[in-house]
């Protein structure tokens, strides 16, 4: 599918959800006259506010051009609309590790594709550049597994880790891996794990 047709058919999407829950609000006007604080705070009680930061997430994937934000709003919304919805409690319980299973299979294909073959693997203990990257992921491995830890451990700072890591993807073109090196970098940091 063309990226032209793909961004056509995801604003498509993105409008209609939008006048779905603008309709939700007029209607409430419409049967309630008197639009005091006590109608204001019922009416947002009907809005779904994490609907909205999915297709804000949704607009910011379509218009940076950035498909993995994209991809994962516009599931997460066609999860949240239909009768998938039963289904969140096992993908917050295991989409982060299937996650890494798939990162995982993608990192190793090219060795077992043989596009990296065993003598270059074994090269790379030799070249400095090589073991600096040994050393590289070492880090990187550790920090991710005290991520997992603080993730688990203080769900209070999940919201701000997701947030930071959705607009580095989105606005910097960054990868989102980020969560769980950015979680180890802040156990580091405030001396958690």
Not at 25 to 45: C, E, G, I, K, Q
Not at 104 to 118: E, M, R, W
Not at 169 to 181: C, D, N, Q, S
Request: aromatic share 8%; with cysteine; hydrophobic share 55%.
């Amino acid at each position: 599918m063309s990226w032209r047709i793909y961004k056509s058919l995801s604003i498509k999407a993105f409008s209609s959800v939008i006048k779905m829950n603008l309709t939700k609000v007029s209607d409430y006007l419409r049967y309630n006259s008197t639009f005091f604080p006590a109608n204001v705070s019922r009416m947002f009680s009907q809005f779904d506010v994490n609907l909205l930061v999915l297709l804000v997430l949704l607009g910011c994937g379509i218009f940076s051009q950035n498909t993995a934000v994209t991809i994962a709003a516009a599931c997460l919304i066609l999860v949240k609309l239909t009768p998938l919805n039963q289904f969140f409690p096992y993908i917050q319980n295991h989409g982060l590790n299937i996650g890494i299973i798939i990162l995982t299979i993608g990192v190793l294909a090219p060795i077992a594709s043989g596009k990296i073959s065993g003598e270059s693997i074994l090269k790379s203990f030799i070249s400095i550049k090589s073991l600096a990257a040994i050393a590289v992921g070492l880090l990187v491995a550790w920090l991710g597994g005290r991520g997992v830890k603080l993730m688990s451990n203080q769900p209070d700072v999940v919201a701000g880790l997701l947030i930071g890591t959705v607009a580095g993807v989105a606005l910097l073109r960054g990868v989102p891996v980020g969560p769980l090196i950015a979680a180890g970098i802040l156990s580091l940091l405030i001396g958690k794990s």
